[in-house]
Nanobody, 116 residues
């Protein structure tokens, strides 16, 4: 059974940091690119960071220099993907999801609230 379980969200002040984690299991992950997505209220889900199987990373312009994605492949069907978020801004708020590219059924996500 495929599972994508995101955690680490919470309430943070502007300028603060959070580290999100995603536990991915149940199918092959290690040979796929993994991504973190964000869905702000009233907006479509957007890809903010991705990491290839070899560790190459790519970021949305809005988070470049502030977010960092990494992954740990315990085995082919068990992956953990991290998103270190620094210098958070009000516009970073939303529900964050991780997924494989191409996407599998979505997990529940983790809520990030940025507020003073």
């Amino acid at each position: 059974q495929v599972q994508l379980v995101e955690s680490g969200g919470g309430l943070v002040q502007p300028g603060g940091s959070l580290r999100l984690s995603c536990a991915a299991s149940g199918t092959i992950f290690d040979t796929y690119t993994m991504g973190w997505y964000r869905q702000a209220p009233g907006k479509q889900r957007e890809l903010v960071a991705r990491i290839t199987m070899s560790g190459s990373t790519d970021y949305a312009d809005s988070v470049k220099g502030r977010f960092s994605i990494s992954r740990h492949n315990a085995k082919s069907t068990v992956n953990t993907v991290y998103l270190q978020m620094n210098s958070l801004k009000l516009e970073d708020a939303g529900v964050y999801y991780c997924n494989r590219l191409p996407a599998l059924p979505w997990g529940k996500g983790t809520l990030v609230t940025v507020s003073s």
